[in-house]
């Protein structure tokens, strides 16, 4: 087994001032290696964030370089990769069951290549877990090594050898890397890698590396390339999009990318996630003036209490937050705004819980996701004494998600009888007469169609409103926006 380098959280943590190299081009992939994948099939399974998904698009990307097709049957695949997410132990678990499940197949077809890359693989508990428990695994990558797929399968097939590659250093910016996009009317478009926010439950900033923002420049070309090849809607995806650009000097911060992107004239932008700590009057103003950025933030709250909010690391209080969510509702008109909460973070109180609840209250989110706070490894919060049940974090993730559950019906309700512009994302699947989309506040649409194809923008009258969704039908020349 060459080049094995096991990630390194103690290395990982320390951190100075960073400008990440570019790497320009970077599949370096030989005539031998193009032809590798030739006659086989590839599949990849995608868990976790936005993050990921891209990254799995990548992945397909230089895969498909390699000659390797993709297929939707793990029977028929020649590899099949496992893009992890490590951000809580469920997460990781149904990771460790699928790998297990695998081995079956690997039993029927030997030379299957089984792989495992994302942000598990950059745990260096799981790398050496795996590597002891499951020798099925053939290749192991970390998040910053996805370049060098072409040269790790190589290795796996003319040399017989697993291949392990995941490096624990500050990270590199990839550009030129080829992917493989799921939609063609909407796209993701990484604006940035990695995390230095280190709040003290989240594993990101370990398994992401340093914050490395890639250069306006680079970031617009793509988006163009994107307009100019027929997509509506570009996501900026980040795990701290606000932060972007205060890794690199002379470039401009993210209010300045939110403007220039929207000067493109692509149909719609929108972002996530979004730190409250770095959400300056720029970003709302830009998001303010620009009638192509969406009326829709995901501004994470994760607790209502300041003493939790300060042992989490999150460097804002809740009057902080309620400020910035106040202009945003000011400021932009029809505005939706959603979030993520932790419960059950180590000594959270019930008065410290009731107070998330307070906020809730106030905030009345669109939309939100709630988690039990999951320990993890060489995370500061894993360390922190936590005398709370399970049955107590479970009855609070209950009671709290009835609230956020009201507040999200409430809010559609508002939307009843009113015209919208959906962004059609196609039929669903069990009832192909009726099709889905989103609304600029990013609402999903259940609707009857008359007429109208994928990627089309189109006005739907809102006919009923439900807790996670909204159902209309199609109109034609009304619109109340
Ligand atoms: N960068 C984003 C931010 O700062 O809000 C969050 C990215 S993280 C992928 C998504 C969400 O997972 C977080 O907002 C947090 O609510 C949740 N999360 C992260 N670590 C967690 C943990 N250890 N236990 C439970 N939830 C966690
Ligand atoms: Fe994790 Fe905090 Fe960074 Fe978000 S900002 S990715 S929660 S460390």
């Known amino acids: 087994m060459s080049e094995f380098r096991l990630p390194d959280m103690t290395r990982a943590r320390l951190r100075g001032k960073y400008q990440a190299p570019i790497v320009r081009d970077a599949l370096n992939i030989t005539p031998s290696q193009k032809e590798l994948g030739a006659g086989l099939f590839y599949h990849v399974i995608t868990y976790g964030c936005q993050a990921n998904v891209r990254d799995g698009e990548v992945i397909s990307g230089i895969l498909e370089e390699m000659s390797y097709r993709h297929t939707d049957l793990l029977e028929e695949a020649d590899i099949i990769i496992l893009n992890t997410c490590a951000i809580r132990d469920n997460a990781e678990k149904r990771v460790m069951g699928e790998i297990g499940f695998l081995q079956n197949y690997k039993r029927m077809k030997p030379s299957l290549i089984i792989g495992l890359c994302g942000c598990m693989a950059q745990e260096e508990a799981v790398v050496n877990s795996v590597l002891s428990k499951y020798k099925t695994v053939d290749l192991i990558f970390g998040t910053h090594n996805l370049f060098e797929i072409p040269q790790m399968i190589e290795q796996i097939i003319t040399k017989n050898q697993k291949a392990v590659r995941v490096y624990s250093h500050q990270g590199s910016i990839y550009e030129g890397l080829p992917s493989v996009r799921s939609l063609n009317h909407k796209a993701s478009v990484n604006i940035m890698d990695g995390c230095d926010k280190f709040c003290t439950y989240c594993i990101v900033p370990y398994t992401r590396g340093q914050q490395r923002s890639r250069l306006m420049g680079d970031v617009l070309a793509e988006v163009q390339g994107l307009k100019d090849a027929g997509y509506k809607e570009v996501m900026l995806l980040g795990q701290n999009v606000n932060a972007y650009g205060k890794d690199i000097p002379d470039n401009g911060d993210f209010a300045t990318l939110l403007n220039e992107v929207a000067k493109t004239g692509i149909e719609r932008i929108r972002f996530t996630t979004s730190h409250p700590w770095d959400f300056t009057d720029g970003m709302i103003e830009a998001i303010a003036a620009n009638e192509n950025i969406m009326p829709f933030v995901h501004l994470p709250l994760q607790s209502g209490n300041n003493e939790i909010l300060k042992r989490m690391g999150r460097r804002y209080t809740i009057d902080e937050y309620f400020a910035i969510f106040d202009k945003l509702k000011a400021a932009v008109k029809d505005i939706a705004i959603s979030t993520d909460i932790i419960v059950g973070f180590p000594g959270e109180t019930d008065e410290q819980f009731a107070d998330t609840l307070k906020a809730v209250e106030y905030c009345k989110y669109d939309n939100a996701y709630s988690f039990i706070f999951s320990p993890r490894p060489g995370t500061p919060a894993a360390r922190m004494e936590d005398d709370i049940t399970m049955e107590v974090k479970k009855a ?41 989309g989103y609304t600029p506040q990013q609402k999903l649409v259940n609707f009857e169609i008359k007429g109208a194809s994928v990627g089309d923008i189109i006005d739907v009258k809102i006919t009923q409103a439900r807790k996670n969704s909204l159902n209309g039908i199609q109109i034609v020349g009304e619109n109340d926006e």
Request: net charge positive.
């Open 396 to 436: 609070r993730l209950l009671q709290l998600n009835e609230r956020l559950g009201y507040y999200s019906k409430l809010n559609n309700q508002k939307w009843v009888n009113r015209t919208v512009r959906v962004l059609v994302d196609g039929p669903s699947k069990n009832r192909p007469e009726i099709f889905s």
